[in-house]
C-alpha cells in the first residue's frame, strides 16, 4: 500500500473519537493546516496558513473546499486575521454560494473570543455531522446500494461528513456506494472513491452519464448528497449535476435525500433562484491539471452549482431531524 495514503492517526485521536480519520482542517494556535484536497488520492499534503488572506485563497483555490469545511476554515481565517475588517473582506469574497461561510463569518462578528468561538464552530460542525449520520441511518436499508455526488464526507466538513455521514453510520449493514465522478473537478472520483476506500466501504466509480443507466436497471436505492445552501421553500444549491441526478431519481421512483447541517440553511433566500451560483474557470471544463483537451478558443460554461426544487427532494437530513417533503412551513419549523 502506499504510505501516503495511509489514513491519518490510525487507531488514534479521531477514531478513539468515533469521527472519520481523514482531518481536513487542523488548528494549531498560530496557524491552520488544511489537507490541500487539490493533490487527493496521490499526495497527502498539508497546506500551512498564518493569515486571513492565506485561508482566503486556500478557499478560493480549492485547498479545502465544501460547505461546512469552508465554513470552519473562514472562522479560523478570522482569528489569524485578529478580526480586522480587512480579514472578513477577504475571506467573504472567497467563494459565494455555500452559505456557511458567510454564516461563519456571522457569527465570528459577533464573538467575544474569537478563538473559542471558531473553535465551537469546527466541535459543532462535528457533532453536527454525528447527528445526521445517525437521524439519517434508519432511511438506508440493508444492503442498500447508496449513490452520491461530489464529496460530501469527512473532508468537506470538520469531518465525519454529511451524505457520507449517513454513510458511515450505515456501515453496519452491509451497505455499498455509487460514486458519481463529478466533472469537472472530479470531487467524487478523487475524494469519496478516496474517502471510502479509508474507511473500508465498498464503492463503485461512475462517471455522472452513467446514472440514468444505473438507476433503469434498478441498481441504485437510495441517493444522498449534501448541500451548499437551502433556501427558505426547501430548494437546495448543491454540486453541479445534483438537480439531474434528482430528476432522473424521481422518474425511477428512488428516494432523493439531502444530509446538510443547519449552517447550510439560509431562511433569509426565499427560493432556489436567488442563490448566488459561482461560475469557475474554463481551464477546469476544457482539460484538467496539465492536460487539454478542448480546442483553444472554445466557449466555454462552467457553472459549479445547480439547484435542485423541493419537489425533486424526498427529504432533508439535518441535526434536528428528518424533514420529509421540503416546504417553506415545514423548514421555518426548524428555526
Ligand atoms: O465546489 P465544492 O467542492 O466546494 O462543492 C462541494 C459540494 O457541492 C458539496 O456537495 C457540498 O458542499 C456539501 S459538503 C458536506
Given at each position: ?23 481536513p482542517i ?11 484536497q ?21 478557499i478560493?483555490?480549492m485547498?479545502v473546499r465544501g460547505a461546512p469545511a469552508i465554513g470552519c476554515a ?24 455555500a452559505?456557511n ?49 461530489c464529496n460530501a464526507g469527512a473532508l468537506a466538513t470538520a469531518?465525519?461528513g454529511t451524505a457520507l ?22 470531487q467524487?472520483?478523487?475524494l ?34 449534501g448541500a451548499d ?10 454540486k ?24 447550510t ?71
Open positions: 500500500m502506499n504510505k501516503r495514503l495511509r489514513p491519518p492517526d490510525k487507531g488514534g485521536g479521531a477514531k478513539r473519537r468515533g469521527i472519520s480519520a481523514v482531518q487542523r488548528w494549531r494556535g498560530d496557524r491552520l493546516e488544511l489537507l490541500d487539490r493533490l487527493l488520492p496521490d499526495k497527502k499534503i498539508y497546506v500551512s496558513c498564518r493569515t486571513a488572506e492565506q485561508v482566503a485563497k486556500a478560493r483555490d485547498v473562514a472562522a479560523f481565517g478570522v482569528v489569524l486575521g485578529k478580526g480586522s475588517p480587512k480579514a472578513y473582506e477577504a475571506l467573504r469574497q472567497s467563494r459565494p454560494t452559505v461561510l458567510f454564516w461563519a463569518l456571522d457569527r465570528m462578528k459577533r464573538a467575544k473570543d474569537l478563538e473559542a468561538e471558531a473553535k465551537a464552530i469546527y466541535e459543532e460542525d462535528l457533532a453536527a455531522n454525528r447527528a445526521i449520520g445517525e437521524l439519517g441511518a434508519p432511511l438506508i436499508a440493508e444492503r442498500a446500494r447508496v449513490m452520491t455526488h469531518g465525519y455521514g449517513v454513510v458511515r453510520s450505515s456501515k453496519g449493514k452491509k451497505i455499498s456506494v455509487i460514486a458519481c465522478e463529478t466533472r469537472p473537478y472530479l467524487g472520483a478523487r469519496t472513491a478516496w474517502e471510502c476506500l479509508q474507511e473500508g466501504i465498498p464503492c463503485t466509480l461512475i462517471t455522472d452519464s452513467m446514472a440514468g443507466h444505473l438507476m433503469s436497471k434498478g441498481e441504485v436505492d437510495v441517493v444522498v448528497v445552501r437551502i433556501a427558505a421553500n426547501g430548494d437546495v444549491a448543491n453541479i449535476g445534483t438537480y439531474a441526478l434528482a430528476v432522473l431519481a424521481k422518474r425511477h421512483g428512488v428516494p432523493f435525500y439531502v444530509a446538510a447541517p443547519l449552517s440553511f439560509d431562511p433569509k433566500i426565499s427560493d432556489g433562484s436567488h442563490i448566488p451560483i459561482e461560475e469557475r474557470p474554463a481551464d477546469e471544463v476544457t482539460g484538467y491539471r496539465k492536460m487539454r483537451w478542448a480546442p483553444k478558443g472554445v466557449q466555454v460554461r462552467n457553472p459549479a452549482f445547480d439547484v435542485t426544487p423541493a419537489e425533486l427532494i424526498t427529504g432533508i437530513i439535518c441535526e434536528k431531524g428528518v424533514v420529509l417533503a421540503p416546504n417553506r412551513e415545514r423548514l421555518a419549523r426548524l428555526f
